[in-house]
């Protein structure tokens, strides 16, 4: 088993470290405070984020998640691995080099099922940083960890599609440069169970969509990005804008969650690790009791076990990455049910352990632990809660055993 990283991958690693280091990472904090003086963060972008973004495409370093030669730089999810992992360190390292999700997702989409004037329209403008999007798939009346339950509609009424419905934590609609969102819908109750959803294209500024609101994470509205409650009320398209047809939301959605999900795990293993180095650090540096942090309380044995958990999860990660390069998202589905479930718990215990060693300072803004805690522990309901994960974990790992006679 081969487990260094390919010429390809380094290549880009070293690239990537390096624009980090010169140029995003010394930024950060000031369109951070930036971002904070103003009085509306959800009207306008620090321009600090658009000049970074040129920068990052002129070098190179643009759709990098992308495995498709056309639109992006065609590296592998495996590939991809390391340098989504140098992004997670960062709160604006995503949207620079347009690896941001759920654009990311919404991308894919469009690439694999939508129609041409779909990919020139919409897709195109979100791949060169024109755009951003949203995706409206979870409902505030539902339990949405089973899409099945879903009552929002997307009912077809001759040429058109008419969409009804209320959805929540619709991640990046408060940007304000999001333009469109892909809803998914109630096409036909009576069709099979996994033939009865459509996803649609809908414009931002389509009659009857309307931002009722913006929805905090303990108490953080990750602003500009947010997370919103969006109504819709008859809002009427043409046909056209149903994504590959009706009837093929569910057969997208799992096209759409695999990469999707294993890429927050990759960013997750990059906030990990820089949760970790800011708990090494305030660890050597702050004494209590005539002693460094570092040798009171256990905190030694809380460091290194940190260091083997993520440690794991990234070769986990890497693992689950090679199985969807090589085999696809269907045979990858056990493993990928595994990073998801682990890799967020995994940071949020180390998060919680930089949190405490950091003392009442963890807690505020004067350090983004309290924030990275928030992202963390969200993502342990995004993209399917761990319950689900677990779930189809334990089915594939008895349905080894199973028999005839077994139940």
Partial sequence: MEFAHSARAREYLERVSAFMKSEVLPREQGYITTLRAQQDPWTSIPPVI?????KARAAGLWNLFLPDTTYGTGLTNAEYAPLAELMGRSLIAPEVFNCNAPDTGNAEVLLHYGSEAQRRGWMEPLLRGEIRSAFCMTEPEVASSDAANMAATALVDGDSVVLNGRKWW????GHPDCRFVIFMGLTDPEAPRHARHSMVLVPLDTPGVRVERMLPVYGYLDEPYGHGEVSFTDVRLPLDAVIAGPGRGFEIAQGRLGPGRIHHCMRLIGLAEHALELACRRALSRTAFGKPLANLGGNRERIAK?????????LQVLHAAWLLDTAGAAAAINELSQVKAAVPTMACEVIDMAIQLH?????????????????ARALRLADGPDEVHLG????????????RETV
């Fill in 359 to 375: 003392g009442g300072a963890g807690l505020s803004d004067d350090f983004p632990l309290a924030p990275a805690m928030a992202a």
């Fill in 170 to 173: 619709s991640t990046g609609i």
């Fill in 306 to 314: 940190a260091r083997i958990a993520i440690n794991q999860a990234r």
């Fill in 392 to 403: 189809v974990i334990a089915r594939i790992e008895l349905g080894r055993y199973r028999t």
């Fill in 50 to 54: 658009d000049e970074l973004k040129a």
